[in-house]
């Protein structure tokens, strides 16, 4: 469920936008209408994950520099795709074609610190970089 708040006791002017069209849409029972409805609920889709992930990057609570970055990215992708699987710095540096220290170092100049918080990314007792 991605929750998101309002402005006090306003919706969001986008989600209002969207849901007034699916509205007129499926109470017209116009030809394509739900076609129409389908590609406006996606849409909703993305504005609410890109506004949660704003959120998450607002509070510092995610780093969204990790999953953008080039170098950082299919590291970061990996841990998700196979969280129980013991990575090492070596194996994260090869998945981003660096040496292990250009790895360390890039991550370094995302983030401001070491590749030691892609643990954190990990479950509990399935080791890390």
């Known amino acids: 469920m991605i929750h998101?708040?309002?402005?006090?006791?306003?919706?969001?002017?986008?989600?209002e936008a969207r849901l007034e069209?699916?509205?007129?849409?499926?109470?017209?029972?116009?030809?394509?209408?739900?076609?129409?409805?389908?590609?406006?609920?996606?849409?909703?889709?993305?504005?609410?994950?890109?506004?949660?992930?704003?959120?998450?990057q607002a509070s510092g609570s995610m780093?969204?520099?990790?999953?953008?970055?080039?170098?950082?990215a299919p590291a970061v992708h990996a841990i998700h795709?196979?969280?129980?699987?013991a990575w090492t710095l070596g194996e994260l540096a090869d998945l981003a074609a660096m040496s292990r220290s250009a790895f360390a170092d890039r991550f370094r100049t995302?983030?401001?610190?070491?590749?030691?918080?892609?643990r954190e990314m990990l479950p509990a007792g399935t080791g890390g970089p």
């Open 63 to 72: 780093n969204l520099d990790l999953l953008r970055d080039r170098g950082i």
């Open 110 to 118: 995302v983030t401001g610190d070491s590749p030691d918080p892609l």
């Open 81 to 85: 795709r196979r969280p129980e699987h």
């Open 21 to 56: 069209l699916i509205t007129a849409e499926d109470s017209a029972a116009r030809a394509g209408a739900s076609a129409v409805c389908e590609r406006l609920s996606e849409l909703m889709l993305t504005q609410a994950l890109r506004a949660a992930l704003l959120e998450l």
């Open 4 to 15: 998101i708040p309002g402005s006090g006791d306003r919706g969001l002017p986008w989600l």
